[in-house]
Each structure stands twice: as structure tokens, then as C-alpha cells.
């Protein structure tokens, strides 16, 4: 991606995020606090994950999950016994993304992009895969992400949701983002984020 496409990128995101918080904001204030008072601990669900050029930075979610569970595991089905009564409703909605908003403006996330991963899913790359995945900004949405929207049914209905999702899914959004980003276009961009919201 050019210098051109990335600033006109850049303050798409920016501008439209501006918008999309101050607009979504008492959705989010809402959704916090009906997660805190379910969850007894912050509405916020905060997470370390790998950025542009390898950089760190924290997620920004409405909580959904119990984390007083044994179960431990970075993949998620719609089984999960962790997901709250109301988690399950932000989660098929997505009113859980909306704070992500909040990366956007700081710079760290886009609208569209590859779905930023942890650090241990990212190590698990080829460095010219990693290298390409982690030239641009990672996304709320993308072509990978509205292929498998589906994800969290699928993995349900695996007996091993972790091997197939390692073995499967994973390898598959690694070619679909590579392919995004090596054939950039901004009109794709306003694509994908229509199709996400229609």
C-alpha cells in the first residue's frame, strides 16, 4: 500500500470512527454497564494483540465471558460456557466490537484489515507471511473475517474446534489477508464495511 492509499486510509478511519463513536456512545456506556453488573468486574474486555509493524496494543471489547473458569483456550464457539447471558446478545449483534471505535481513533486499529491475533497465533506465521499481514493496520472487518462471520457455529460442530481451527480456518484467512493487502483498494474497503453492517 502506497503513501497515497494509507493517509487516505487513515483519515477515512479516523473521521468515520469520530462519528461512529460519538453516535454509538450511549450504546457502549449501556453495554458496559449491564456487563459489569452481570460480570461483577469491569464492562470492558481488554487484550494484548499484535498491531502494525509488530507493534502491541490492547483490544478494546464489551466484555462477553466469565474469566473465573477453568477453561482456558484461545478458541471460542458459541457453546462457550463462558459466555454470559447478555455476552451471547453483543456477541451476535456485535455491539461488542463497537469500543474498538476507540482504537481506531488512537491509530492502532482500521475499519478493515486482517483481525489483529495475540502474539502466540502471530508466532505461529511464516516470516513473509507474518511481514505482510503486519504491514498495515489490523481490522474491525475484512474479507476473511465476513467469510467465516459464521465462525463460532462452525467450530461448534468440530469434535477438535482447535485443531480445525489451526489446521483450517486460520491458514485460510492468513491467504485471504495476504491477498487483501497485495491487491489494496480503498472502494473494496467501503465494501466490506457495508457488507458487514447490511
Not at 473465573?68 to 466490537?97: C, H, M, Q
Amino acid at each position: 500500500m502506497n503513501n497515497k492509499k494509507f493517509y487516505l486510509k487513515y483519515i477515512f478511519d479516523f473521521i468515520v470512527a469520530l462519528i461512529g463513536f460519538i453516535i454509538t456512545s450511549p450504546i457502549i456506556l449501556i453495554s458496559y454497564l449491564v456487563a459489569f453488573i452481570e460480570t461483577g468486574e469491569s464492562g470492558f474486555f481488554t487484550q494484548k494483540r499484535v498491531g502494525k509493524d509488530s507493534q502491541i496494543f490492547k483490544i478494546i471489547k464489551v466484555k462477553t465471558m466469565k474469566s473465573d473458569t477453568d477453561l482456558k483456550t484461545n478458541v471460542t464457539t458459541d457453546k462457550d460456557p463462558r459466555i454470559t447471558a447478555s455476552g451471547r446478545f453483543f456477541r451476535k449483534t456485535k455491539i461488542d466490537e463497537l469500543p474498538q471505535l476507540i482504537n481506531i481513533l488512537k491509530g492502532e486499529m482500521s475499519f478493515v484489515g486482517p483481525r489483529p491475533d495475540v502474539p502466540e497465533i502471530i508466532n505461529t506465521m511464516g516470516e513473509e507471511e507474518k511481514g505482510i499481514i503486519l504491514s498495515v493496520r489490523p481490522g474491525i472487518t475484512g474479507p476473511a473475517s465476513l467469510k467465516y462471520e459464521n465462525e463460532e457455529e462452525i467450530l461448534a460442530a468440530k469434535d477438535n474446534p482447535e485443531r480445525y481451527n489451526k489446521e483450517v480456518i486460520f491458514p485460510d484467512k492468513v491467504r485471504i489477508n495476504k491477498e487483501y493487502i497485495e491487491n489494496y483498494s480503498f472502494f473494496k474497503d467501503i465494501y466490506y464495511i457495508l457488507k458487514t453492517i447490511f
